[in-house]
């Protein structure tokens, strides 16, 4: 079975400054894999996600993700964070002909003025 | 343009009761799961459901239901609600990983059990 590890729980950044959310997951082949965004009292909404061909893959809101399956990671990164990024950050895996997601659980990403 | 649509957003039960949260999607899509979201536990899946009529469980399907007798409807049913059902819980749809994959998610319903 997939899992997913993310290793921090609480991240702080400071405006303006870049940002590097981490993912590792554990799956035999190559899975598929997303980020998700929760801000207080929503939903999820779908940041980026990664199924095959290029490993960096661009998402909404100016986030980027790199694929690397050398070190079964997909971090997510930001050149410059707003104040509105705060929120909830989820990474998940999908295994092949998957009809579910495996979530990590979670990094709290705080902005500082 | 709806997508996911779960109602209701809070609930307060006492424990020992039931009650059928309500899930429905309309863009028509295949897949259909429940999570429930606790603090520093993610989400996890409750049940999920390839299509009408077919359900399977998921990672804690102990004290809830589901049946999907429709594409757009999936309803999850708490039998005899406890305090540790006490969570958020989300609705997702998906269609299959070759037409999209991602799943969308529904504003969550908060429940509180006493």
């Known amino acids: 079975a997939q899992s997913v590890t993310q290793p921090d729980i609480h991240i702080t950044v400071s405006e303006g400054a870049s940002l590097e959310l981490r993912c590792n997951y554990s799956?035999?082949?190559?899975?598929?894999l997303f980020w998700y965004v929760q801000s207080p009292g929503q939903g999820l909404q779908l940041l980026l996600k990664y199924f095959s061909g290029d490993t960096l893959v661009q998402g909404i809101k100016g986030f980027e993700a790199e694929f690397k399956r050398s070190q079964s990671s997909f971090n997510l990164r930001k050149p410059s964070v707003h104040w509105s990024d705060a929120a909830e950050y989820f990474c998940?895996?999908?295994?092949?002909?998957?009809?579910?997601?495996?979530f990590g659980k979670g990094t709290m990403l705080l902005v500082s003025p | 343009n709806a997508g996911v649509t779960q109602t209701p957003k809070f609930q307060v039960l006492k424990t020992g009761q039931s009650m059928t949260l309500q899930c429905a999607q309309d863009m028509n899509h295949e897949y259909m799961s429940w999570y429930r979201q606790d603090p520093g536990m993610g989400l996890r899946l409750i049940h999920y459901?390839?299509?009408?009529?077919?359900?399977d469980q998921g990672e804690v399907p102990n004290g809830y239901n589901v049946s999907r007798s429709t594409t757009e409807d999936f309803p999850l049913r708490l039998l005899s609600a406890a305090p540790s059902q006490t969570s958020v819980y989300f609705c997702?749809?998906?269609?299959?990983?070759?037409?999209?994959?991602?799943?969308?998610f529904g504003q969550g319903t908060r429940l509180t059990v006493v």
């Open positions: 997702a749809s998906s269609s299959r990983p070759g037409q999209g994959g991602e799943a969308f």
């Open positions: 998940a895996v999908g295994a092949s002909g998957y009809s579910t997601l495996t």
């Open positions: 799956y035999g082949a190559t899975p598929y």
């Open positions: 459901s390839v299509g009408a009529g077919i359900t």
